[in-house]
């Protein structure tokens, strides 16, 4: 499975971005999807993760009420969609998808991941 993502760029605080992840893959409807982000000297963080469906989610606590994670089964493509930045929000996010991930136990472990995106940076000035 090959993940494009894209939608990232400069944002004021207090503003949105949205992310786009596009899958390769004809069954990116078996897959949960997620993403991570790492920021300049920091290891990389869980922020989202979403189940095969759609239908259950989980944040990290630091962006719960302000990002939002869905998916589009037909289109192959996953979202993330970010308001109320802030300027520790600034870091390279990165698109998962993972076929073993316990959902709602270890979906926030990053080796419980198969494929990551090349990333795409988002930066949020004060």
């Known amino acids: 499975v090959q993940l494009q993502a894209s939608g990232g760029g400069l944002a004021q605080a207090g503003g949105s971005l949205r992310l786009s992840c596009a899958a390769s893959e004809h069954t990116f409807d078996t897959y949960v999807m997620g993403w991570f982000r790492q920021a300049s000297g920091k290891e990389r963080e869980f922020v989202a993760a979403?189940?095969?469906?759609?239908?259950?989610?989980y944040y990290k606590d630091s962006v719960k009420g302000r990002f939002t994670i869905s998916r589009d089964n037909a289109k192959n493509t996953a979202y993330l969609q970010m308001n109320s930045l802030k300027p520790e929000d600034t870091a390279v996010y990165l698109c998962v998808a993972g076929y073993r991930v316990l959902f709602g136990i270890s979906h926030t472990h990053k080796d419980q991941y198969d494929y990551w995106g090349q990333g795409t940076q988002v930066t949020v000035s004060s």
């Open positions: 979403i189940n095969w469906s759609g239908g259950v989610t």
